[in-house]
């Protein structure tokens, strides 16, 4: 699941426009310069992590935006703390890894209800990029370009959008890679909430994904979607660190 996320980042930076991408050993460097930090990050993909190549690494990051992170699987240990805090990163928060099996997956959404939701291309960037905005009640402009160019008509790479009334209300993104689908993005905008909507658009990502052959799927949750992921048969794998500047 990890290999399969790292390679997921990986594929986007090169199709974001403002995408920057570096490798140093086991420790990775990723920047879509989006004004969110988790987006722009230092990290290692092993439990134990190169502390000179993450510090390289880091550099690199901060030295090209204001927002951004270090990330580590598992829990931090003291030397990864002072290294974060030596970048100025001293806020730390745990990042729950989720996986399921595609044989393991609760679908509950019917035919109709499933009709909601709908794929979209570059052509809708713009769309996609408002109601993402909204769905996670963010500043106006906080993602950038980071959906732009040619992402959502990238080969690994599929956004949905759902939809009432003809009103866009939730985002949904999925990213495939060696067997394995991520799901990115799942957002509904305040108004639309408590309908059951980010589960629908959560199985779509999901239906999809393993139609396309993927036998497995990760997501990483915020607190309060944790339930409804496991409610899916999602189940933790691994806690991740990450560090911002708070």
């Known amino acids: 699941m990890a290999a399969s996320y790292f390679d997921a980042i990986k594929n986007l930076c090169a199709v974001t426009p403002k995408g920057w991408y570096a490798e140093r050993g086991t420790a990775r460097a990723a920047l879509t310069h989006a004004g969110v930090a988790a987006l722009n990050a230092a990290y290692d993909t092993t439990l134990r992590p190169d502390l000179v190549a993450l510090d390289e690494m880091a550099v690199e990051v901060g030295r090209q935006t204001t927002r951004w992170s270090i990330m580590v699987r598992g829990e931090a240990d003291d030397e990864v703390r002072a290294l974060a805090a030596r970048h100025g990163l001293l806020h730390s928060s745990a990042v729950p890894m989720l996986a399921c099996g595609a044989e393991d997956v609760v679908f509950r959404a019917d035919a109709r209800r499933r009709e909601v939701v709908r794929q979209v291309r570059a052509a809708e960037a713009d769309l996609y ?14 993602f950038g370009s980071l959906m732009g160019g040619g992402v959502l008509d990238a080969d690994s790479i599929t956004g949905y959008l759902a939809e009432e009334s003809g009103r866009p209300v939730g985002t949904g993104l999925g990213m495939s890679t ?11 905008v305040p108004s639309a909430r408590g309908r059951g909507l980010g589960r629908t658009i959560t199985e779509a990502v999901l239906r999809d994904g393993i139609a396309a052959g993927a036998d497995a799927a990760y997501l990483q949750s915020s607190a309060m979607g944790r339930a409804l992921y496991e409610s899916m048969g999602f189940g933790l794998v691994e806690t991740w660190t990450s560090f911002t500047a708070g």
Not at 129 to 136: E, I, S, V, Y
Not at 178 to 188: E, H, P, R, T
């Open 129 to 142: 990029t408002d109601t993402l905005t909204r769905g996670f009640e963010a500043p106006e402009g906080i």
């Open 178 to 188: 060696s067997g394995v689908v991520g799901v990115f993005n799942i957002a509904v």
